[in-house]
């Protein structure tokens, strides 16, 4: 009984690395399929002729392989887009978005649009949640059965279950327990996650050497917000998503910030801090509900300009920013930055008090090792990311031990 035990434990992390390495290669070869995953030839063999079988791969024809080879044609495998259909939702300061992928990962309906989070109720929350995911089914075709998961994303603090969004800066409204929700109304899996983890995930999936081992995705928006890779794996809390950054105090007693706290960095470093700070007014004034990218942009030329309030407002965001990040590096040593979202169009007006505030932290005694790279658009990474982690809950949970026989031991 155990060697059957351990044969179907092989049997399922074998075909789980095969499908992983299509995934993420796209069009791979039998060849280059040994040499991704370290099984041999016979193994490969046998794998991908069973889920060319089951429906999960399919071979690739020499016209639609992207790379070209000399000599004799090697046939490649791709995933069958017709094998599943997976779902995302966005729920962001103002903006709501659902989008259908196939198995390949590629959109089959999108819809977006916007809606005013900082006014709406719990049940206006829901009520627009699930009206928008009947929408863009019937754009696509497809009815709650044909989903075999959903990611939804969220601005905000969500539970380490992944099922219930505990609080958020975009609505007053907390706790709210959408997996729960949504899984008694539409009857396919659901997981809710932190939109930062989110950007984190498709970051790693876009450049695997960079973003591998550890590294931190910081989103400069109206919030400032956190993904964190330790030693290759997500990091969440016990209790929540964790990762708030933003929320990490600067000034103890500062100033004013969204979440009601005062001295936290966002309050010196978010957009509407920036822009407060620039504008004279006390930092103990409410936060402008959702500052703009272009009015951030305009600051920042103002601040290119030369000396003054605009420039010193930038100067202090960066320092807030970097003594954060260096306190941070100091638990767990230097690792690459991505910078994300709209504070990156002013970033040459922050990065040198960032650096100057990690070189005064023992965190920043490494300081060489600490490298930033730019995304100004967050919202492709959260929807990429997104989809990947429901992608591959079907290829772990569903797919890698063989759909057929899932279903019947759940049956």
């Known amino acids: 009984m155990t060697l059957g035990v351990r044969h179907d434990d092989l049997r399922r992390r074998n075909r789980a690395m095969v499908i992983a390495a299509i995934r993420r290669e796209g069009q791979p070869s039998r060849t280059d399929l040994v040499s991704r ?10 794998i991908s002729s069973d889920l060319i079988a089951e429906g999960v791969l399919r071979p690739v024809k020499t016209g639609e392989n992207e790379i070209v080879r000399r000599g004799r044609p090697q046939v490649s495998l791709g995933l ?40 709406a109720t719990r049940d206006d929350l829901v009520g627009s949640v699930m009206r928008m995911i009947a929408a863009v089914l019937g754009d696509a075709g497809r009815v709650p059965k044909d989903i075999m998961r959903m990611t ?5 603090i969500t539970d380490s279950d992944a099922r219930t969004m505990l609080w958020t800066p975009i609505t007053p409204e907390s706790d709210i327990p959408f997996a729960d929700i949504l899984e008694k109304h539409f009857a396919f899996p659901v997981t809710v996650q932190n939109d930062c983890n989110m950007i984190a995930v498709a970051l790693r999936a876009r450049d695997p050497e960079r973003y591998r081992d ?7 928006s109206n919030g400032i917000g956190m993904g964190l890779v330790l030693r290759g794996e997500l990091f969440t809390g016990a209790y929540s998503s964790g990762g708030e950054f933003g929320h990490m105090v600067h000034r103890p007693g500062g100033a004013l910030c969204r979440c009601g706290r005062r001295g936290c960095i966002e309050a010196y470093a978010g957009n509407y801090a920036i822009l407060r700070e620039a504008a004279g007014r006390s930092d103990q004034t409410a936060a402008d509900a959702d500052v703009d990218p272009q009015t951030m942009l305009e600051l920042a030329n103002d601040a290119r300009a030369g000396e003054g309030p605009a420039r010193d407002a930038f100067r202090r965001a960066g320092e807030a920013i970097g003594y954060g990040l260096g306190s941070l590096f100091a638990l767990i040593d230097p690792a690459p ?25 023992a965190g920043g005694q490494h300081d060489a090792a600490i490298s930033f790279d730019l995304e100004t658009d967050e919202m492709p990474l959260i929807l990429e990311g997104s989809a990947r982690r429901a992608l591959e809950a079907v290829d772990n949970e569903l797919f890698a031990p063989g759909y057929i026989a899932t279903m019947q031991a759940t049956s």
Not at 37 to 46: D, M, N, Y
Not at 152 to 156: E, I, K, N, R, S
């Open 152 to 156: 939804m994303a969220v601005q905000g």
């Open 80 to 119: 069958e887009p017709k094998a599943a259909t997976v779902l995302t939702v966005v729920l962001l300061l103002n903006t709501l978005s659902a989008t259908v992928f196939d198995y390949a990962g590629q959109i089959v309906a999108q819809r977006r649009e916007r809606l005013a989070t900082l006014g």
């Open 214 to 220: 550890n590294f931190v995705t910081l989103l400069l």
């Open 337 to 361: 930055v991505a910078i994300v979202g709209p504070g990156t169009l002013a970033f040459d007006m922050m990065e040198p008090s960032i650096r100057d505030a990690i070189a005064q932290t």
């Open 37 to 46: 995953t370290g099984l041999s030839h016979s193994t490969i063999s046998a």
